[in-house]
């Protein structure tokens, strides 16, 4: 069919648009790089240089050189993973609970829970540090772990899922004489895999990005993350933008290969979970 002007010019619009933002998205990344592979007088020169003649992979040999980033990596890898594997187990079960099991205060308890994302991290910061110095938990995995679990986003989208999943696969299930354990392990559990990917991309991304915290509850360089380990490249005579960049790049792959190999998962659990109750 052919098509009329008015819709060859709406097309031609929309992929205007989508060209654009994706300029718009991807040129803080493709820059990055860039910057990573020039030496440091080309990083701001004018005009800019994209492509450089000096293209080089000397910053990224710098930045394992001048510290120990392969340790800031592991170190962050073992936050981020545990972060997420603790947080799917105990927010998915506290979704089911909120979601299936019928008790006396339920939806105080989950309005309760909800609340709490508009309280800003920045006002229990304090208390959180006195909190975990008191525990003794500076410079160790506790302090960076613990209080990276709880997140109420993780209960509510668990919450919303197990809300819209038949009851009658759990009826048969009852009936078959599992228990209310084995039907959240059997039954439950594994059809949220959308969303236990999803919420595995967004807690493993928010974990490896995660600077503030890490900054405050560790002060030993073996037990910095690669977020806070980026920081040693700068000091006070000026900041090493090329091995920044580098670095950056260095940080940036792991959560990429995340997401494009759970991307579609991520809209997936979107489609199933919705906003019932």
Known sequence: MK??????LGTGLYYAV???????FAGPFVWMVSSSLKPANEIFS??????????SLDNYESVFEKAPFERYMLNSFIVATSVTVAALLLHSMAGYALARLEFPG??????????????PFYTILIPLALLVRELGWINTYWALIIPAIPHAFGIFWFRQFFLGLPSELEDAARIDGAS??????????PMAR???AAMAVFFFLANWDA????????????????????????GEHGNAWEEIMAASVIAILPTLILFFALQRFIVDSVKMSGLKG
């Open 194 to 196: 959308p969303v236990a």
């Open 106 to 119: 339920r939806r105080v308890l989950f309005m309760l829970i909800i609340s709490t994302l508009m309280i």
């Open 3 to 8: 098509k009329s002007p008015m819709q060859l």
């Open 46 to 55: 004018n005009p800019p240089i994209l492509v450089s003649d000096n293209f």
């Open 180 to 189: 209310r354990i084995g039907v959240f392990f059997r039954i439950a559990l």
């Open 18 to 24: 989508a060209l654009l933002l994706a300029v718009v």
């Open 211 to 234: 600077f503030l915290w890490p900054l405050i509850a560790t002060t030993r360089q073996e037990m910095r993350v690669v977020q806070v380990g980026i920081q040693s490249f700068t």
